[in-house]
């Protein structure tokens, strides 16, 4: 049986109350999508002014990018709380953290170069590993 809104007795209950967003299966918890949220802009603004800092410019394109990407992720999950049957947040939360950590993954490897540059040849392949 459907609603007057479309979306199944699973979704919105007979009194008109959202039940559950159809698109995750479950209501979004506003608490941690706003811990998420903060906590991933505020290590995005440390990172840029560590960039600043130390004049690390490649940090911009690895760290500082993964961290807005991370930011626009949870972001959009707090988003899906206040809108719940909308699908865009939950589309763009779906695109963010999925890609978000791509340039995460590069900041690690040059950092490791970097490491094994510092070493020299003198790197164990046990420290390697711990690396």
Known sequence: MSNSTGWGPDVISP???ILQSPFYGYL??????YIYTSLFGLSTII???QVMWYRQ?????TVVLCGIG??????????????PLSETPYIIQI??????????IGAMFMTFARMT???????????????
Not at 57 to 61: A, E, M, Y
């Open 47 to 49: 990172h840029l002014l």
């Open 117 to 131: 540059k510092w070493q020299g040849h003198q790197v164990q392949p046990a420290v390697t590993s711990i690396l």
């Open 70 to 83: 991370e930011g626009a992720g949870w972001g959009s999950r707090l988003w899906s709380f206040y809108s």
């Open 15 to 17: 009194t008109g109350e």
């Open 57 to 61: 410019w490649w940090l911009l394109s």
């Open 28 to 33: 979004i918890n506003e608490n941690s999508a």
């Open 95 to 104: 695109i963010a953290l999925i890609v978000a950590p791509t340039p995460f």
